[in-house]
């Protein structure tokens, strides 16, 4: 990715109350700062290489713990019916363990980045530009078919007699 | 947390040549600093009203999405047998998708902490701070038990003629 | 298991209209009768040998596998909301894949148990059986916990005051 | 499907010391030939029927127990590197454990397929002929690959100076 695209996407300005879409960010919830994932998966390099686990921690294997680690996450939601924004319905004990269970998960996916050698962070920036432009907003606007659902539009129009 | 153990765990210093477990970390693999976990919420807080989507992206909704990427990175890794540290044996082709499924992995786990208002960040540093309490170094060197398989040691040595 | 429990477990009788709960399956969806799980073995078996596959079907390997599949069912179901009994508002082609997915899910599930050598069905039956003593019908009525919150109601009832 | 397809699928002939491929199979390891997967949903529509449970039992509700199931069998083989055929490096408290796992899959699979309506046992077969046409022994012999590789490899032949 280009410098330029780069820092226009770290630079997303939420902060313009003439914006009608975004305004409504200026008051919304928002995560901490820290820890970044460089952090995290240097703690996570420190905390195995201290207890001499780096030989468990095979690809495989680190994907498989993540594999795990879903699976608890979806137990948590499995008997609940449908679940609204905020979790408004959850115990304090049930918030808190989503927030372990979310936890596991991306701790693992840092290790298994980094086992792998993939730079995390800037894969999400490249794969953030590439979902920019499979999903334009005058495309996507309310909708949530897949993007190739698009292009086979795109391919129907182009063909004025398509009969697909 | 309190403010002082949350700036141990994120000061942790692995510079210190005198070391020798960490000292080996100077030369590694890191990843980039940005984009932060914030960051990364922000852009797709961003991305999804502008395309009017938060209607979709009730918690289930984005958990299930976030269990289809986990089988789209476990398919990457599916007819490889044991798979090395770096994954020297796949081709960029291959590496770029697993950095691809890594991220769609990540960007659904941002959204549904998001939209669970769950400060994922923080989570994981309570996450980070639990693990280091349940596996002390001087028991988990080098075994890759269950922590509970500790507790059950521990129980046996107090009980000195225990037959468990 | 012992002959008889599984005897019974296996003639279960769902056809008395006397039974005012088991009565209603009279009219009920049902399967095919074919093929059975050591047929899908079977032919599974045979399949992958004609193909000189089993050199890739190590346990790991097919259980990435049954992720993947699971994660494309999951796929199917993640922007539906809250989905009702039956699939009614499904097109038939949703439906089709749908049953296209549950399928490779069974495939691998039991191409995985072939490959570790576990009697699949008859693990099955001892499973029934012990869900049946975790779930007594009277304790578990209406009642979506897990088994272990019984046992904690249980010991509390069992310690008039306890203060556990 | 046709009948005689049907026929000639659950009819497969593995007893003929003939042919090198399959004659193999007559000393194989096999599953019990009860409970079939109609059993199995029965048994277990009537476990549910006399708990109350039906209300709880939507398909995305099974659909996300089956998750939790997935990733308590991933995490039994999480920490093991690559595991042989017959797990014959696991104790016997772990098949056990592995067998457990696979059953909790598989009911809630079949559970999942009732509430859906879908008729599991004849969408297998269906799933098994699409497979032999998408896979022939000629192009599958010894490959791994996914079937639209193929595809991919007879455009090119029927394009001699194709360039893709």
Known sequence: ??????????????????????????????????????KIREIQAVFCRERNWDQFHTPRNVLLALVGEVGELAEIFQWKGEVDVGLPDFSQEERDHVGQEMSDILIYLVRLADRC???????????????????????????NKKYTAYAAEDAGKALPNGDQ
Chains 1, 2, 3, 4 share one sequence.
Not at 5 to 20: I, M, P
Not at 120 to 138: C, F, M, R
């Open 1 to 38: 990715m280009s410098e330029s695209k780069k820092q226009k996407l770290l630079n997303v300005d939420t902060s313009d109350g003439t914006d009608s879409a975004n305004s409504k960010l200026k008051d919304e919830f928002r995560f901490s700062e820290d820890p970044s994932l460089e």
């Open 117 to 143: 050698r993939i730079d995390l962070p800037s894969a999400v920036l490249q794969k953030i530009e590439h979902n920019a432009q499979k999903y334009p907003v005058n495309k996507a606007y309310g909708n």
